[in-house]
T-cell receptor, first 111, second 114 residues
Framework: ELKVEQNPLFLSMQEGKNYTIYCNYS?????LYWYRQDPGKSLESLFVLLSNGAVKQEGRLMASLDTKARLSTLHITAAVHDLSATYFCAVVGYNNNDMRFGAGTRLTVKP | NAGVTQTPKFQVLKTGQSMTLQCAQDMNHNSMYWYRQDPGMGLRLIYYSASEGTTDKGEVPNGYNVSRLNKREFSLRLESAAPSQTSVYFC?????????????FGQGTRLTVV
């Protein structure tokens, strides 16, 4: 069964600092997503990662995928307060449409 | 620009009551999903439907049933609500055959069972 683990679960950062969120999964995947959720809101798509070595960047966020290690990372560069949110990775299992989520990382960026 | 529409947005039930959460998407997606979100536990998959006419259990299916009425609609039914089913429920849809496109989520249904 596909399992997804994220860490850390909570992350408090100072503005301007860098940090990385990790997403590990247990079985072969077809693709991996990163989502952002603001309190009381729905999920907003950030990145879709399909293949080994894929790297995508949007502003201060960069996501990468290592399918051999079954690991994705979301790197935050020079954090700003607007990045405060909960970040989820989600993995779609290979050969089925099952999509499982990590527990989420609650990010707080302090001035 | 409707996307994924869930109804209702809020609901309070008494223990033992039944209800159906409705979800509809207008993007012609094949796959649809129901998740529940509880604090500190991320989104847990209840049921999913890979295509019209098929449904499969996810991680936490007990106490729920689903119907994929047609390609657009995927409903979630609670036959006898329990306080443990108090949660926020999200419906999602995905064009699985287009691997570069993410899943889209509804705005959620906040359900309280008292």
């Amino acid at each position: 069964e596909l399992k997804v683990e994220q860490n850390p679960l909570f992350l408090s950062m100072q503005e301007g600092k860098n940090y990385t969120i990790y997403c590990n999964y247990s079985t072969t995947s077809d693709r991996l997503y990163w989502y952002r959720q603001d309190p009381g809101k729905s999920l907003e798509s950030l990145f879709v990662l399909l293949s080994n070595g894929a790297v995508k960047q949007e502003g201060r966020l960069m996501a990468s995928l290592d399918t051999k290690a079954r690991l994705s990372t979301l790197h935050i560069t020079a954090a700003v307060h607007d990045l405060s949110a909960t970040y989820f990775c989600a993995v779609v299992g290979y050969n089925n449409n099952d999509m499982r989520f990590g527990a989420g990382t609650r990010l707080t960026v302090k001035p | 620009n409707a996307g994924v529409t869930q109804t209702p947005k809020f609901q309070v039930l008494k223990t033992g009551q039944s209800m159906t959460l409705q979800c509809a998407q207008d993007m012609n997606h094949n796959s649809m999903y129901w998740y529940r979100q509880d604090p500190g536990m991320g989104l847990r998959l209840i049921y999913y439907s890979a295509s019209e006419g098929t449904t499969d259990k996810g991680e936490v299916p007990n106490g729920y049933n689903v119907s994929r009425l047609n390609k657009r609609e995927f409903s979630l039914r609670l036959e006898s609500a329990a306080p443990s089913q108090t949660s926020v429920y999200f419906c999602a849809s995905s064009p699985v055959e287009i691997r570069t496109t993410e899943a889209f989520f509804g705005q959620g249904t906040r359900l309280t069972v008292v």
